[in-house]
């Protein structure tokens, strides 16, 4: 018998994808209908097989040997273009989208597991095909029958490799002030001009082509954010001329270190295609709604950060379980004995904790992502109309949870393995502390954690008269009922749910109402992180009903996780509400200079 992967645990896998979402019942909708358990299972054996044999092998070597920056071109470890061309022979590039696109129509959930696999093994090297999938799933969704047929398809085959550029150094985040241009020619064209920062993936020689998708103002546009155009901008033109994109230098990071970060130059004048400077750029859709457009791709990035924030702090657990339990060290507390043998790290009650705690967090952050992948598929491809909105909105409003919530909590796991590690956890010659570094990325990447609480508070669970948050409460309640009655341990932890439940609606709704914006957003990633809890809380309660009857390991540690969780970090959203509903005014009201 195989050992156990020490990249993910496919038991859990499989319980959370079979037992809990119930995959297989997607299965009997006509976009599914090729696929069955066995299909699924079968495609997630081939991702962590191609995960452990041609991503983990060199994760430390990419990391150590990070790109660089010779004579206007990118230097890479040469393990990584094998390692993509795999990936990308399994066709799972294209692997929901539609099969006349060259994709496979798998449900989205299938993919986020899949996914998480290659996060698990080389975040670097997984980042340039995750990258490519959500460039291709945007021009899918928005590009023309042309863009589609001559961008998307060799993404998709793996040839093509696809980038977003929306950051420049003087704007960071705050989109509405770059200052990247697009004059309109009379070909249909636009004439790209300026810097984008931070790119990641923008510049190697891993296939054929580059394709950017890059936010530009077109001149005589609206002011602000209403006047961003999204634009398809390649390395290379359709005819084989080199378009005016330039690499202007690499950044160099904590983490991540094998996935190019770039600084782009668009339309500097070192390539003059068709005899003039300026990168030759496609409007995708209409002129002045490339925000929008990008938000298509910049969503399912953010679930994908906090996928790859779960797979990095899972396999840090799985690290950390395994050396607790083969390190010898120190004798029980009880013990009198200096001469008695000495026991297995695992044996002493405060590593207990910090494993379980680093359980409680991976386990319950897999669950939230994977759930989100199965609202995007009834969102898409649920039978009643009135589903299929319910299912939009719920994802709408978790999106900023999916994206901040593993990416802190699951860094805290990580942290946890380099404890449990000890001396060695912040050595090189153990993986966790370049998990550590790796995972401390993610709160940053498409969206802070800043962005992401006054999104939650201020956008969706305020949109449409508080849609959201009452479409987040009907389903609290629904699990809360259902677990009172299946009452023991269940209910005790439904009761616990129910009270975090109405003090988080009561609340929000308060901060809704309070006419200050200042006062009322001040906090709002206090907020996050306490509706982040009460959601996780809510998914252990899920899996502990899906896991009742079952007296397996699997099963004792599903409720031995959820009692961690009730118990130690559940609680914790007390004081956060209380705060949040004085609408403390100490960061509102602090001079600058005080600090």
């Keep these: 018998m195989a050992a156990p992967s020490q990249l993910l645990s496919r038991s859990d896998l499989d319980f959370l994808l079979h037992d809990w979402l119930d995959v297989t019942a997607l299965t009997a909708r006509p976009r599914f209908a090729e696929h069955s358990r066995e299909t699924v299972d079968a495609v997630l054996d081939v991702c962590a097989e191609i995960a452990a044999e041609r991503f983990r092998p060199h994760n430390k070597r990419n990391d150590a040997e990070e790109p660089r920056f010779v004579d206007g071109r990118v230097e890479m470890h040469p393990e990584v273009a094998p390692a993509l061309a795999a990936l990308a022979g399994t066709g799972l590039l294209g692997a929901t989208a539609d099969a006349d696109a060259g994709g496979l129509q798998l449900p989205q959930v299938v993919h986020t597991a899949c996914s998480a696999w290659f996060a698990a093994a080389n975040i670097s090297t997984f980042a340039y095909a995750m990258l490519t999938t959500a460039n291709a799933n945007l021009l899918l969704a928005h590009g023309s029958p042309e863009q589609v047929d001559t961008w998307v398809r060799p993404m998709l085959e793996g040839r093509f490799h696809g980038t977003m550029c929306l950051s420049e150094t003087q704007a960071g985040s705050s989109l509405a002030d770059i200052t990247t241009r697009a004059e309109p020619r009379g070909d249909g064209t636009y004439r790209i001009t300026g810097t984008k920062m931070w790119i990641s993936g923008g510049d190697h020689e891993l296939g054929e082509n580059i394709v950017h998708l890059v936010l530009a103002k077109i001149p005589g546009g609206p002011a602000g954010v209403k006047g961003i155009s999204l634009f398809v901008v390649p390395k290379f033109l359709p005819d084989g001329d080199r378009n005016d994109v330039v690499l202007a230098g690499l950044n160099h990071k904590m983490g991540y270190r094998g996935t190019t970060n770039t600084v782009l130059n668009f339309g500097e004048g070192a390539h003059t295609p068709g005899g003039e400077p300026g990168a030759v750029g496609h409007l995708v859709g209409e002129p002045h709604t490339g925000l929008a457009q990008m938000f298509h791709m910049m969503n399912e990035a953010r679930v994908g950060v906090g996928a790859g924030a779960v797979a990095l702090g899972y396999t840090g657990q799985l690290a950390a379980v395994e050396y607790a ?271």
Excluded at 366 to 372: S, T
Excluded at 430 to 439: C, L, P, S
Excluded at 515 to 525: F, I, Q
Aim: hydrophobic letters at 45%; one cysteine or more.
């Design 325 to 595: 339990r083969s390190r010898p060290q120190g004798r029980p507390v009880d013990a009198k004995d200096p001469a008695a043998p000495q026991v297995p790290i695992v044996d002493h009650a405060d590593v207990r904790r910090m494993l379980l705690a680093g359980k409680s967090y991976v386990e319950g952050g897999l669950g939230l992502v994977l759930y989100c992948g199965r609202l995007l598929d009834d969102q898409r491809t649920a039978e009643d109309p009135a589903d299929r909105e319910r299912a939009g909105l719920l994802l709408d409003v978790l999106t900023p949870i999916a994206k901040s919530w593993p990416s802190q909590w699951c860094l805290a796991a990580n942290d946890l393995a380099i404890q449990v590690h000890g001396g060695y956890g912040y050595t090189r010659e153990y993986d966790v502390e370049q998990h550590y570094r790796d995972n401390r990325l993610n709160p940053i990447h498409e969206g802070t954690h800043g962005i992401q609480g006054l999104d939650l508070l201020g956008r969706k669970l305020a949109m449409r008269g508080a849609a959201g948050l009452d479409a987040l409460d009907a389903v609290l309640a629904a699990t809360v009922a259902r677990g009172r009655a299946a009452g023991g341990e269940a209910a005790e932890h439904a009761d616990a749910l129910d009270a975090a439940r109405v003090r988080m609606v009561e609340v929000t709704r308060a901060l809704h109402a309070e006419p200050d914006v200042a006062a009322r957003l001040a906090n709002a990633s206090v907020h996050l992180e306490a509706t982040g809890h009460v959601v996780v809380a809510w998914v252990w309660l899920e899996q502990l009903l899906a896991a009742a009857g079952r007296d397996d390991d699997l099963g004792r540690g599903k409720r031995a996780a959820a009692r961690y969780f009730f118990r130690y970090e559940l609680p914790r959203t007390g004081p956060w509400f209380d705060l949040l509903a004085s609408l403390d005014r100490t960061t509102v009201d602090l001079d600058p200079a005080w600090l």
